[in-house]
């Protein structure tokens, strides 16, 4: 049986950047997407052009960003910018993205006052974890913003099925505090199945899309320009 979609708060977003609950949330999330390989999903996308300039939105502390670089053969001096609504981007991220060769830029924003206002495009704008966050209709007006922005994006998100939900309420054996598997459950339900996101691009048909599931817990959107 398919799971209805459904978005709710998570608990990450409304707690102060530094509670300590958050804090260690964060830590889980690190532990969390190194078990759903997402960065390897998106490096395995990104590989298919070259690609000079990065924008992730939704960035949070960095993390992802910094794993993402890893993956990616070593930058020449390419732009990789990081955009969030909380100033968390840990120093040593922006170390390590400049040790792989990327420029990094922090940009404290909200993602739609970003995307209306700032003027530049991107080779590649990328998402992890972030898309289930917001309901169809937001995300779809979000989509067309990002689609004038970049020529490929590629977003990593919770496949949402039985099996990821019940890997999401496991979370406890593997050490994660209340906060990361309170919202583990919430991410997985707001999660996406086959076809959802392509639903809601921008009807043009300049575009490649591609949508699926990614490993048992992952599930990956793709759009290219033609």
């Known amino acids: ?18 509670d300590p609950r958050a804090q260690r949330s964060r830590r889980d999330l690190r532990r969390v997407n190194a078990l759903m390989a997402n960065a390897r999903i998106v490096a395995r996308e990104l590989r298919a052009s070259p690609v000079a300039s990065i924008a992730e939105i939704g960035a949070g502390d ?37 040790d792989r060769g990327w420029k990094p830029e922090r940009e404290r924003a909200d993602v739609f006052e970003w995307l209306t206002t700032e003027g530049g495009s991107y080779d590649a704008v990328i ?35 039985a099996l990821a939900l019940a890997g999401s309420r496991m979370l406890g054996f593997v050490g994660c505090n209340d906060v990361t598997r309170h919202d583990a459950v919430v991410s997985v339900r707001a999660g996406f199945h086959d076809g959802e996101i392509s639903a809601l691009w921008p009807k043009d048909s300049g575009w490649t899309l591609e949508e699926g599931a990614r ?4 599930h990956c959107f793709v759009a290219r320009r033609r």
């Open 127 to 161: 998402a992890n974890l972030f898309l289930h966050h917001f309901e169809d209709a937001t995300l779809a007006a979000m989509l067309a913003l990002v689609a004038a922005r970049t020529r490929c994006f590629v977003a990593c998100e919770p496949r949402r099925s």
């Open 1 to 18: 049986m398919q799971l209805t979609r459904t978005v709710e708060p998570e608990w990450l977003d409304v707690l102060p950047a530094d």
């Open 215 to 218: 490993g048992l817990f992952s």
């Open 62 to 98: 960095g993390a992802f960003a910094a794993r993402l670089a890893r993956a990616l053969p070593p930058a020449n001096g390419g732009r990789f910018t990081l955009l969030d609504r909380q100033a968390i981007v840990a120093p040593a991220v922006a170390e390590e993205l400049g």
